[in-house]
C-alpha cells in the first residue's frame, strides 16, 4: 500500500537541477555535432587525397607518355579503342581503385589486411607502367607481362578489398574487366 501514497514529483522549469541538466543536454549535443562535423570533413579531404592521387598521377602519365604516335600509326583490328578512348578508361580505372581503396582504408581493412595495401600500389604502379612501355618503348611483350601481372594484382585487390567492403570488392569490378580487355589488345599488338 505504501505505493498507493507515493505523490509524483512535478518538475518546474526555473528549478536549477533541471536547468543545469538542460544546459548539458545541449552542450553534449553540440559537441556531438562538432565532431561528427569533424570526422565529416577529414573524410571528404581523406576521400579527395585517395581518389585524386592516382587519378593524378594517370593523367601526369597521359600526359608524358601517352600521345604514342606509335599506337595510332599501327595497323589494328576494328575492335581496337582510339587513343583517347584508352586514356579516358584508364583515368576511370584509377577514380575507381582510389574510391575503393578508400573505402577500404576508412573499414580499417589496410590494418586488417596488410597485403591489400601492397597489391592496390603493386596495380597502380603496374598500370602506370603499362603506358610507357607499349606505347613509347613498343615493347609489346613485356607490357602483356606488365599488363597480366597488374591484372594479378588487381584479382588480389577484389579478393582482399571484397572480404573487408564488398561495395570497395565490386568497383574493382570493372578494373578487372578493362585490365582483362587491356591484355588482349597487347596480346593482339604482339602478332602484329
Given at each position: 500500500?505504501?505505493?498507493?501514497?507515493?505523490?509524483?514529483?512535478?518538475?518546474?522549469?526555473?528549478?536549477?537541477?533541471?536547468?543545469?541538466?538542460?544546459?548539458?543536454?545541449?552542450?553534449?549535443?553540440?559537441?556531438?555535432?562538432?565532431?561528427?562535423?569533424?570526422?565529416?570533413?577529414?573524410?571528404?579531404?581523406?576521400?579527395?587525397?585517395?581518389?585524386?592521387?592516382?587519378?593524378?598521377?594517370?593523367?601526369?602519365?597521359?600526359?608524358?607518355?601517352?600521345?604514342?604516335?606509335?599506337?595510332?600509326?599501327?595497323?589494328?583490328?576494328?575492335?581496337?579503342?582510339?587513343?583517347?578512348?584508352?586514356?579516358?578508361?584508364?583515368?576511370?580505372?584509377?577514380?575507381?581503385?582510389?574510391?575503393?581503396?578508400?573505402?577500404?582504408?576508412?573499414?580499417?581493412?589496410?590494418?586488417?589486411?596488410?597485403?591489400?595495401?601492397?597489391?592496390?600500389?603493386?596495380?597502380?604502379?603496374?598500370?602506370?607502367?603499362?603506358?610507357?612501355?607499349?606505347?613509347?618503348?613498343?615493347?609489346?611483350?613485356?607490357?602483356?607481362?606488365?599488363?597480366?601481372?597488374?591484372?594479378?594484382?588487381?584479382?588480389?585487390?577484389?579478393?582482399?578489398?571484397?572480404?573487408?567492403?564488398?561495395?570497395?570488392?565490386?568497383?574493382?569490378k570493372p578494373c578487372l574487366a578493362w585490365a582483362a580487355?587491356?591484355?588482349?589488345?597487347?596480346?593482339?599488338?604482339?602478332?602484329?
Amino acid at each position: 500500500m505504501e505505493s498507493q501514497t507515493l505523490k509524483q514529483r512535478l518538475v518546474r522549469d526555473d528549478d536549477p537541477v533541471v536547468t543545469k541538466d538542460k544546459d548539458n543536454n545541449e552542450k553534449n549535443r553540440g559537441n556531438r555535432r562538432d565532431k561528427r562535423m569533424a570526422m565529416a570533413k577529414r573524410g571528404i579531404r581523406s576521400l579527395a587525397v585517395a581518389v585524386s592521387f592516382p587519378l593524378s598521377l594517370t593523367l601526369l602519365n597521359i600526359y608524358m607518355f601517352g600521345s604514342g604516335h606509335n599506337y595510332s600509326a599501327l595497323p589494328k583490328p576494328f575492335w581496337f579503342p582510339p587513343a583517347w578512348l584508352l586514356h579516358i578508361t584508364c583515368m576511370a580505372s584509377s577514380f575507381l581503385m582510389g574510391l575503393s581503396a578508400w573505402l577500404v582504408w576508412a573499414e580499417g581493412g589496410f590494418h586488417a589486411r596488410p597485403t591489400a595495401l601492397s597489391l592496390y600500389m603493386a596495380q597502380l604502379g603496374l598500370s602506370l607502367l603499362w603506358t610507357p612501355i607499349v606505347f613509347w618503348l613498343r615493347a609489346s611483350w613485356v607490357g602483356l607481362v606488365v599488363c597480366l601481372a597488374a591484372f594479378g594484382a588487381l584479382v588480389g585487390c577484389w579478393r582482399d578489398f571484397r572480404a573487408v567492403n564488398p561495395i570497395a570488392g565490386n568497383l574493382v569490378k570493372p578494373c578487372l574487366a578493362w585490365a582483362a580487355f587491356l591484355a588482349i589488345v597487347n596480346l593482339k599488338l604482339v602478332f602484329l
